[in-house]
């Protein structure tokens, strides 16, 4: 059995990396033994990154990513030559009620979570297609693309065209030995959000969910190694959930 914790020798690629989930899942890689490439647009925030990466130990560039920009995309691939596993983490969200959402909104949010995901996807694809060694794209989904919450319609629905995508590009490049699959976290808690869960709205929500708790980033740590690793050779077109059993709560 492959080891999860092992992925010494593979190059990683992580989008929205300057902060958030996209700077734990980069830390969690590098960890594994990865060298990593990370992209977002603000270049000072990713620094940091880099520089907490490299003082553990391990190998990080940087990369200046607008995925909502195809030009910028086209500037990184380059970069992608030798990557094996591509994470799919940058992402956007508006909420507002359903009648408010703008075009604008619906532009920003459908065009970084999902166009930027397709383009992105691709790009990763083709490279991992010329080197002619497989290769692991994991998007990072939500369990809002396969249920809906109030007042984020415009995220819901990339995120169900994200879940859409990855078994699109699954079903046609597993030819190529390239794996797609997608990581669907449920409600975790960081430092943006922990406000947010403290009021009377948030303290319902936590209520509804199984384990009556929020998850912690760490949490996603295995289902992401799970899918970048050896350990996953028999998985593509997968939505991996964890979300504390979120999505089968009652009604």
């Known amino acids: 059995m492959p080891d999860l914790h092992d992925l010494s020798g593979k190059t990683a690629f992580v989008t929205g990396a300057s902060g958030g989930l996209g700077a734990h899942f980069a830390q969690v890689l590098a960890r594994a033994g990865a060298t990593l490439?990370?992209?977002a647009r603000r270049r000072e925030a990713l620094a940091g990154v880099a520089a907490g990466i490299e003082a553990a130990g391990?190998?990080?560039?940087t990369a200046a990513l607008d995925v909502a920009d195809s030009a910028s995309i086209a500037a990184i691939e380059p970069l992608l030559a030798d990557v094996d596993i591509f994470v799919n983490n940058a992402g956007v969200v508006v909420e507002k009620p359903f009648l408010d959402q703008s075009e604008e909104d619906w532009d920003r949010v459908v065009g970084t979570n999902a166009k930027g995901m397709f383009l992105l996807t691709q790009?990763?694809?083709r490279a991992m297609k010329a080197r002619g060694k497989g290769g692991s794209i994991i998007n990072i989904a939500s369990i809002l693309g396969?249920?809906?919450g109030a007042h984020v319609s415009t995220y819901a629905i990339s995120k169900a065209a994200a879940i859409q995508l990855t078994k699109s590009a699954a079903l046609e490049l597993a030819r190529f030995g390239i794996r797609v699959n997608a990581l669907c976290?449920?409600?975790?808690?960081?430092?943006?959000?922990?406000?947010?869960w403290e009021t009377e709205g948030g303290k319902?929500?936590?209520?509804?969910?199984p384990q009556r708790r929020l998850g912690d980033a760490h949490e996603l740590d295995g289902p992401l190694l799970l899918l970048a690793s050896d350990a996953s050779t028999y998985m593509?077109?997968?939505a991996l959930v964890a979300d504390g059993g979120h999505l089968v709560s009652s009604l």
């Open 146 to 148: 396969l249920r809906q």
């Open 123 to 125: 790009a990763a694809a």
């Open 58 to 61: 391990g190998r990080c560039e």
């Open 185 to 196: 976290p449920g409600y975790i808690e960081t430092d943006l959000n922990r406000s947010a």
């Open 236 to 238: 593509t077109g997968s």
């Open 204 to 209: 319902r929500m936590i209520q509804r969910i």
């Open 37 to 39: 490439i990370i992209a």
